[in-house]
């Protein structure tokens, strides 16, 4: 079965601080991992996916097979980062996500 | 990028009568679609998988008869719940994924049962 565990359900940090949203995912086959992000008033919008292994906004997240883990980072959070998280573990094949519990970010002044 | 379109974005409906919300794809052909139901401050939980021209696919626990999903084309989904009830109120979100399998989600429909 699949499941996305995100521990924190809260992350608050300063402005400039570096940020760590946690995302351990248990799945027996390859894989396919998201973060998604979600603005107060606004849908649920993609920020990064694992296969393109590239940066947005300043956000990275690197999957980590061994430890089952696909945790968020930014060296230098920003308050318009504050936001609701959530990772997602997908199927290639069968196309539906599995979302974690999120993480709500909030970045303060 | 894609977008996905919900309507409506609120509804509120007596107890005991059916509402139907529609998900489409504006801008993309979408094969299958996904039914989600998220309640405050929680997770999403994937309620079916709506596949054009079959039979949707419901995830354990989410009663068919309860909430009927059709999807009679390549933009348009359709989830319809049934004699609803107070506990049925909640966030109800579509998603669909396009030809680069990146998922796409509308902005939701708040339902409310009183």
């Known amino acids: 079965a699949q499941r996305v565990t995100q521990p924190e359900k809260l992350l608050s940090v300063f402005k400039g601080a570096p940020v760590e949203l946690k995302c351990n995912y248990s799945?027996?086959?390859?894989?396919?991992l998201f973060w998604y992000v979600q603005y107060s008033r606004q849908r649920l919008q993609l920020l990064l996916r694992?296969?393109s292994r590239e940066s947005i906004k300043g956000f990275t997240a690197d999957l980590n097979k061994g430890e089952t883990s696909f945790h968020l980072k930014k060296p230098f959070a920003q308050e318009e980062d504050s936001a609701m998280y959530y990772c997602?573990?997908?199927?290639?094949?069968?196309?539906?996500?599995?979302f974690g519990q999120g993480t709500i970010l909030t970045v303060h002044p | 990028g894609a977008v996905v379109s919900q309507h409506p974005s609120w509804v509120i409906c007596k107890s005991g009568t059916s509402v139907k919300i529609e998900c489409r794809s504006l801008?993309?052909?979408?094969?299958?679609m996904f039914w989600y139901r998220q309640f405050p401050k929680q997770s999403l939980m994937l309620m079916a998988t709506?596949?054009?021209?079959?039979?949707?696919?419901?995830e354990q626990g989410v009663e068919k008869d309860k909430f009927l999903i059709n999807h009679a084309s390549l933009t348009l989904s359709t989830l319809t719940v049934t004699s609803a009830h107070p506990e049925d109120s909640s966030f109800y979100i579509c998603?669909?994924?396009?030809?680069?399998?990146?998922?796409?989600f509308g902005q939701g429909t708040r339902l409310t049962v009183v």
């Open positions: 709506s596949n054009e021209g079959s039979k949707a696919t419901y």
């Open positions: 997602a573990l997908g199927s290639t094949s069968y196309g539906k996500l599995t």
């Open positions: 694992h296969i």
């Open positions: 801008d993309f052909q979408a094969t299958t």
């Open positions: 799945y027996s086959g390859s894989p396919e």
């Open positions: 998603s669909a994924r396009d030809r680069l399998n990146e998922a796409f």
